[in-house]
């Protein structure tokens, strides 16, 4: 999340101006290793204990960097101190430690006073800032364990400049080392804020440097370290900015001391590096800061909504071992949130449904009744803390769309989204699910059983609105047919060309959908006429939109999510409405790029 640019400036003044100054850019993508359909989610391998589900808590930066009146009455970034870290602790014991939330997690600034200035001790370690935290760091730590809760502390990537003191520093507990052999000769800088030495791990020194920060924390009793503006990513590439070597030495170090402690990695972190982040961390950030930096927590435009369009292609990812995490939940404090009661349902939902750790950034002491009932609600909770896979989209990320997963017990967790800014109805087909005929319906945040569907359900939504299901099949397997995109009756206009595609169901693919490119399934034969859920597999690195038409009439622009890179096949359902006998159906780029095809699966009923 959230640290400093370490110059005169706070942390997450700057860091904003960074933001937005590379909000255009975007970081380097390497091919992922893996190939193959995002659909279910992949499970990462754990070790016993290690994040098995995604953590729950209270982190300290929404209110830290909120302009609301009064969070920060003694300047930007204030908030944070010892007597407001504890009242929260109190409140987090009181009132929702019973669901799950044991996590306390103090964020950027600890170290450092009203006017950013750091404190280092003779081993250029951070060091607690006396005004802030005049008891110094452990006594914090003891009074969050007193309450039965654990610990969370935090530190950007590596050495920061201010710790480097002319390269003299001593290395604790490295007998010959100082700062000056743990960084590049010319002190080339790392982090999303370049507030710090990139560490040269050639160096044994490095290594030791950082067990001796590992060694302090664990002293100190902490259960939880977020590692900040970490890279590739954070909005910076290119090997200044690759810190997987930094993350691998933590997870080392971490080892080493014999506590655990659970490692997170942040910010807008590079998909293409998945497998690190995987296997030497507990959960990494897959987007830019939730906050909006405004009179409020945040708001729904700010980044709140860019997180539907961000996760999907990072779904495959989370597993018992680590988790997707898409930043603070701010949903119980009301006005000082930023939100209608509509998009606070919704930010919970999607993170609920997707998985992510859920740790709240309000004021627990003045949690409004309607937030409280969002962060307490077991049977949500139980979405997110349970065995299934994350859900992910069955549909086009278009304004209105539905998520699901499939659960161990054969029910199905299905989310609607209404995105749009005016009320609108969402539909969630069974079709998309993989089966036809009734389904039983429960309202999760409602606690209410509302009987049994036939098909499908249609809900009314209001603006940027959301419902939570669990749907309990009663009918049978849906029946398809599949339809190749390389098959040779098929019709290829514009650039379109077939290609080998290792991931794709027939080693086949239908690429160079751009500038008028077209593809035309021939034979595409049903029953009777009506609307189909048609599933579309497709590879696509970006969210990329394309044109759906049958038979020639008028066509339907949807949008595919992205799947995160150009070796992985994922799914959604788009309804085209056919004819009976046979039809033929096209994907358009039109004027723009559309997704890469490798087939389409018709249901044999509408």
Known sequence: MRSPSYSVLPARSLRAVVVLALALGTATVAPAAHAGTAHPGTAV????????????????????????????????????????????????????????????????????????????????RQKADPQRFPRGMKAVADHVHAKGLKAGIYLPA????????????????????????????????????????????????????????????????????????????????????????????????????????????????????????????DGWRIDTDVECYCNTLVSWENSVDDRFDDIPAWTRHAGPGGWNDLDSLDVGNGAMDGLTKAERQTYATLWAVAKSPLYTGDDLTRLDSYGLSLLTNREVIAVNQGDAPPAHPVTASDPQRVWAAKNPDGTYTVALFNLADAPAPVSADWATLGFAGEAAVRDLWNHENLGTYTNRITQALPAHG????????????????????????????????????????????????????????????????????????????????????????????????????????ARVHVPVTLKAGANTVTFDSGSGYAPDIDRIDVPKTS
């Not at 047919?481 to 390389?486: D, K, Y």
């Not at 290609?499 to 490119?517: E, F, M, P, Q, T």
């Not at 995160?564 to 096949?569: N, R």
């Open 45 to 124: 391998t754990a070790a016993p204990g290690s994040a098995a589900k995604p953590y729950m808590g209270w982190s300290s930066w929404s209110m830290q960097s909120s302009k609301y009146p009064g969070l920060n009455p003694d300047g930007d970034y204030s908030y944070l101190t010892e007597a407001n870290v504890l009242k929260q602790t109190d409140a987090l014991a009181a009132k929702l430690k019973k669901y799950g939330y044991e996590y306390v997690n103090i964020d950027a600034g600890w170290w450092r006073d009203k006017a950013w200035k750091p404190q280092f001790d003779q081993y250029a």
């Open 466 to 569: 959301s419902r939570l299901f669990t749907v309990t099949p009663r009918g049978s397997a849906l029946q398809r047919t599949g339809h190749e995109a390389e098959a040779a009756a098929n019709t290829l206009a514009g650039n379109a060309s077939v290609a080998d595609c290792s991931a794709c169901s027939g080693d086949r693919k239908v690429g160079n959908l751009y500038l008028g490119g077209k593809l035309t399934f021939t034979g595409v034969v049903v029953d009777k006429p009506g609307t189909y859920q048609i599933e579309v597999a497709y590879i696509s690195g970006d969210a990329r939109p394309a044109s759906v038409s049958a038979n020639g009439a008028g066509a339907t622009r949807h949008t595919f999510p992205a799947t995160g890179d150009w070796g992985t096949v």
């Open 158 to 281: 590596g050495l920061e400049k201010e710790a480097y003191a002319d390269g003299r520093a001593p290395i604790r507990n490295a007998e010959g080392c100082t700062t000056a052999d743990i960084v590049h000769d010319d002190l080339r800088t790392t982090n999303g804020w370049d507030s710090a030495y990139k560490i040269d791990f050639s160096d044994p020194c490095a290594q030791k440097y950082i067990d001796s920060q590992a060694r302090m924390f664990a002293d100190w009793g902490y259960d939880f370290l977020k590692l900040d503006g970490v890279g590739p990513g954070s909005f910076k590439s290119g090997d200044n900015y690759d810190n997987v070597a930094d993350v691998a030495a933590w997870q080392k170090a971490i080892a080493a001391t014999g506590r655990p402690i659970h490692l997170e990695v942040s910010w807008s972190l590079d998909i293409g590096h998945a497998a690190d982040w995987k296997k030497y961390s």
